[in-house]
């Protein structure tokens, strides 16, 4: 069996490769998502889910480990905080779509959910 994508790491790309195929993108979400799951692809392009918190702060602090483990993953999604609520869209900008690290970061960033939240 392939290792979870939660202990995979992201693979910087260069460039020069063709992004994910919307068939590849979808086995990869039902991978990422357990079948069911709240992350979407949009258009093939990238991957969204918003969270929500019981107030700023805890927004905050999600957003914060979040872009903590972006740094070191050195893939970086879009985060948008408001109160209470995080949405993160990830794609690998340099290609202009899909790659299987950003469902890497994305489960990783589920990992970093289930922490805090318990």
């Known amino acids: 069996m392939d290792q979870p994508l939660a202990d995979r790491g992201c693979v910087p790309c ?9 068939e590849e993108v979808e086995r990869l979400l039902a991978e990422l998502n357990g079948g069911t799951g709240p992350w979407e692809a949009r258009d093939a392009h990238h991957i969204t889910r918003t969270w929500t918190f019981p107030d700023f702060m805890s927004a905050l602090d999600f957003t914060n480990a979040v ?3 972006a740094e070191e993953q050195g893939h970086h999604p879009d ?6 609520r995080v ?3 990830i794609w690998t900008h340099k290609i202009d779509g899909l790659t299987e690290s950003d469902f890497v970061l994305a489960a990783r960033i589920e990992r970093i959910a289930k922490r805090m939240r318990t």
Do not use: K, Q, S, Y
């Not at 985060?79 to 209470?84: D, E, R």
């Open 14 to 22: 260069r460039g020069g490769v063709p992004p994910l195929a919307p």
């Open 67 to 69: 872009g903590a483990e």
């Open 87 to 89: 949405r993160i869209d």
């Open 79 to 84: 985060i948008h905080l408001t109160w209470g």
